[in-house]
C-alpha cells in the first residue's frame, strides 16, 4: 500500500501529466476510416502516458452539443476512460474488439 501511494500513483500522475505536452509535439492518428489491416505504432512510453491519463480519466467525454460540433465526428469512437473500461465488463459485448500487439 505504501509503495503504491508514495511511488506507482505519483508516476501515473507525472506520465498523465505528460500526454497534453507530447500530443502537441506528435499527436497520435486516427484511424476512423481506415482499413481494418491498418496499423498505428506507438512507442512503450507513449503507451505508459496514454494508459495513465486513461486510468485517471483524464480525457474528456465526447458530445454532439451544438457549440461543439467538431467534437460529433469522434462520438462513434468508445471511451477510453477506465471507468467506462470498467462498467462495461459487467455488461455483455455484442461483438469483442480486438488489438494486436506486436513487440519490436
Known sequence: EDK??????????????AVPRHLQQ???????NS?????LEVDA?????LLAAAFL???????????????REYTALPSIN???LLR???KPQ?????AKVVKT
Open 88 to 90: 462495461s465488463a459487467f
Open 35 to 39: 482499413s481494418p489491416d491498418a496499423n
Open 57 to 71: 480519466c483524464t480525457y474528456p467525454l465526447r458530445t454532439t452539443s451544438i457549440d461543439r460540433p467538431y467534437c
Open 4 to 17: 503504491f501511494f508514495q511511488q506507482t500513483l505519483p508516476f501515473i500522475i507525472d506520465s498523465a501529466a
Open 45 to 49: 512510453n507513449d503507451c505508459v502516458r
Open 82 to 84: 477506465m471507468d467506462s
Open 26 to 32: 506528435q499527436p497520435l492518428p486516427l484511424l476512423l
Open 94 to 98: 455484442s461483438k469483442p474488439a480486438h
